[in-house]
């Protein structure tokens, strides 16, 4: 008997040291800002970033967003962080994008934080009107210090970063309905042309040391199907994971009303020095086309530790669980009356011969063809088939760049997440019309576009990537 209470004492003893020990674990709560957002801003920006624990210990799981000053979220369809990147001492660590993605380590798992780390946010504001607000970077972070006696417990991960264009700032790529048959598109595996400058893959990190991967999660864009994870050893290859894109879309997978699957909780992946992880992701094309698209799966890797499953064993558990269900800034989806007309029932408008004057993009309008002016200006600008219409955007001095994208007609509805599509008949694309550091920014470092000169006579309409509120059109008439 007298043993008996001794050993339930100790389990006692032992419960309460654990819960003191969880209890003292704790939620922190930042918000990087205010950030001046310029009216239709779509630039990415580095800046020091101080807001962060004081003292030494681990950090176990990380919550991304992004609020008005007020606390409110904004509408994905109004302004979203097209991207956020949280750099460690230079290194990506934590990410986010408009689908809010959480990282959330499994127990006993930390990513080991010093005061003397240097953080840098490296992020991209997408302003789709042209009202300037301000808004905050907001993170929470679950953090244990280093002086918690469950601290001792934990292993360090660090973060591999898994990326289709892994080392560009901007790291897009297409998905066009064109460069696949079947509706699906998988990067880089769909290109032939892909990393043929250097040769080098971008998409591949090969191990140099053993390990355990305990944590992923994918990035997409609108359209997005899913990433996959593969780990190559000895010649074989074998998928360890695959983060699924579930929407909550009405019209499926063309919207950012999306959440992506992450890792099951047990899932341990044994890495041997020597293998090469690689990644790509799948888009569909069915429905429209996908213009500067991302494949993004940071993972979670702790060195030394020898708790992997391996991966060709077909004991590994890679069934995905959904990281957070529908958001509230995503229930504007688009489409419906939205007030324009539809331009193939308008007259023709100014006919542009080979020394004709460019459409100005300024203002968030096109020069002549936008279907928000009224009279002739509204009317779609005609030209001939075989010649071309040349696009020239004068917005680029305010830092304001502008696409010319087909969208299917009469591409006059209201603007949402899901509404306008670059699902017209015929595919045409001008990039972002404007200038700015290469390989640093979106823009195509050019102003100018011509429309192409084989289309065939008909109405054509368009609008704005990067502010979709802005429509246009144009008509083609025979010789």
């Keep these: 008997m007298g043993r008996r209470l001794v050993l339930a004492a100790l389990c006692t003893l032992a419960l309460a040291a654990a819960s003191a020990s969880v209890a003292s674990a704790q939620t922190l709560k930042y918000r990087f800002g205010p950030i001046q957002v310029a009216p239709g801003q779509n630039t990415i920006d580095f800046k020091p970033n101080n807001l962060r624990p004081q003292v030494p210990g681990y950090i176990t799981a990380f919550r991304p967003n992004l609020t008005y000053l007020n ?10 962080l097209h991207h956020g990147v949280w750099l460690v001492n ?17 127990a006993g798992y930390g990513w080991r934080y010093e005061p003397s780390d240097t953080w840098v946010m490296n992020y991209m504001v997408h302003n789709l009107t042209p009202t300037p607000t301000q808004v905050y970077l907001t993170y929470e972070i679950d953090f244990t210090p280093g002086t918690d006696p469950s601290a001792a417990a934990l292993k360090t991960v660090s973060t591999k970063w898994m990326d289709v264009e892994s080392g560009h700032v901007y790291p897009v790529f297409d998905a066009l309905r064109s460069a696949s048959e079947k509706g699906r598109y998988t990067y880089p595996t769909d290109d032939p042309n892909a990393y043929q400058a250097d040769g080098r893959r971008l998409n591949t990190w090969t191990a140099d040391q053993d390990g355990t991967l305990v944590w992923t999660a994918g990035h997409l864009h609108p359209g997005g199907l899913h990433t996959d994870l593969y780990l190559t050893r000895d010649g074989r290859t074998t998928r360890v994971f695959r983060s699924d894109a579930h929407y909550f879309e009405p019209a499926g997978a063309v919207s950012w009303d999306v959440a992506m699957t992450n890792t099951p909780a047990d899932w341990r992946v044994q890495v041997k020095r020597g293998d090469t992880l690689t990644v790509t992701g799948t888009y569909d094309t069915s429905k429209a086309s996908w213009y500067e698209s991302m494949a993004i799966m940071p993972v979670a890797f702790s060195a030394g530790d020898t708790t992997g ?3 060709f064993s077909g004991q590994l558990n890679t069934k995905g669980v959904l990281n957070h269900g529908h958001l509230a800034e995503n229930d504007n989806h688009g489409g419906g009356a939205g007030g324009l007309p539809d331009a193939r029932g308008l007259p023709g408008g100014i006919l542009i011969t080979g ?14 063809g936008d279907l928000t ?10 030209v001939r088939q075989g010649r071309s219409i040349t696009f020239n955007n004068l917005d680029d001095g305010k830092a304001i760049w502008h696409t010319v994208t087909a969208c299917k007609a009469p591409c006059n509805g209201r603007t949402g997440i899901a509404y306008p599509l670059a699902n017209a008949t015929v595919d045409f694309d001008s990039g972002e019309l404007g200038t700015g550091p290469p390989g640093r920014t979106a823009a195509a470092n050019r102003l100018t576009w011509k429309t192409p000169s084989n289309l065939k006579p008909g109405t054509y309409t368009y609008f704005c990537r990067i502010h979709p509120f802005m429509r246009g059109s144009f008509r083609v008439v025979p010789r």
């Design 309 to 311: 499953v391996d991966p």
């Design 71 to 80: 606390g409110k979220v904004p509408g994905v369809d109004v302004v979203h």
């Design 355 to 368: 020394s004709g004057k460019p459409v100005f993009v300024q203002d968030f309008q096109y020069g002549i």
């Design 90 to 106: 230079l290194l990506p660590t934590w990410a986010a994008g408009e689908e809010k993605t959480d990282a959330e380590l499994p």
């Design 373 to 382: 002016r009224l009279g002739r200006a509204g009317n779609p600008p005609t």
